[in-house]
């Protein structure tokens, strides 16, 4: 297991597509940050900082991506067959590869948070305040950045769960990244219709699409109204989904023929 995790690091290390997107998401953060300073007004600093700059959904959109590719780079570089001739058991393969996704995904989000903290520093020190009070004056504004960073982690790792549970299951990355990429994005306007069909069904507040409104409703509480969820309720529920479709991702590449 460790000598497969070591594999898996050593050919993220090594390829330079993973250090071409972290610089590339740096300068568009930093771009960001330069852009609020000037523009105040249209590019609210708390706001863009609370989201690490925008980097959170580059990030989320890497992320995907990498799931997306992780087994099927095996199939297109034609060494899956190698690894299983191996030692190596499936799931033991395939459990390196989720280790290896999951350090990647905590390594990303630690930097971006820390150079978001930079920026901050930089072009806004003495612009506001991380101890500042929010929402009638329970929560401060390093509180809210800090529960935000955890809500979008969880959320994105809810899409990755499907995105490895598809890409477990046939050998080309598209339709995995086109899964991960549209529900991403599209939680604005599917939501809106879930939302209607909760109002009349309960039970299906318990979707996962319901639950992606994570990151939103720490945001804006009110929202519990529309997800029939509270934020214990939405957390608990990320991480069923993410363990249920992480199984079942298990169960089909086990399963699989090579």
């Not at 863009?48 to 991506?65: E, H, P, Q, R, W």
């Not at 490895?164 to 046939?170: E, K, R, Y």
């Not at 080309?172 to 069904?201: E, P």
Request: charged share 10%; proline share 2%.
């Amino acid at each position: 297991m460790t000598t497969l995790f070591k594999q898996e690091l050593y050919k993220l290390i090594k390829r330079r597509s993973t250090w071409v997107c972290i610089v590339g998401i740096m300068l568009i953060a930093t771009l960001l940050a330069i852009t609020s300073k000037l523009y105040p007004q249209h590019f609210i600093p708390r706001e863009l900082f609370v989201s690490n700059y925008a980097a959170d959904t580059f990030v989320a959109l890497l992320l995907i991506g990498s799931a997306a590719s992780i087994i099927s780079s095996e199939y297109q570089y034609n060494t899956m067959k190698n690894i299983v001739c191996q030692i190596h058991s499936r799931p033991k393969i395939l459990l390196a590869k989720w280790l290896l996704l999951f350090t990647y995904s905590m390594f990303l989000y630690l930097w971006f948070s820390g150079f978001a903290y930079f920026n901050k520093v930089i072009f806004f020190r003495n612009d506001y305040s991380l101890t500042s009070l929010l929402r009638n004056q329970k929560t401060s504004l390093w509180e809210y950045w800090i529960e935000t960073i955890f809500s979008n982690f969880l959320t994105t790792w809810l899409v990755l769960s499907v995105v490895l549970l598809i890409s477990a299951l046939f050998k080309k990355s598209n339709l995995a990244i086109t899964v991960g990429v549209v529900g991403y994005f599209a939680i604005t306007i599917i939501g809106k219709v879930t939302a209607q069909l909760i109002q009349r069904w309960h039970f299906l507040k318990w979707n996962p699409i319901n639950l992606l409104n994570y990151s939103a409703q720490i945001a804006q509480p009110a929202m519990q109204k529309i997800t029939g969820l509270n934020l214990d309720q939405l957390f608990v529920g990320n991480l069923i989904y993410i363990i249920l479709f992480m199984i079942v991702g298990m169960w089909l590449f086990s399963n699989k023929e090579i």
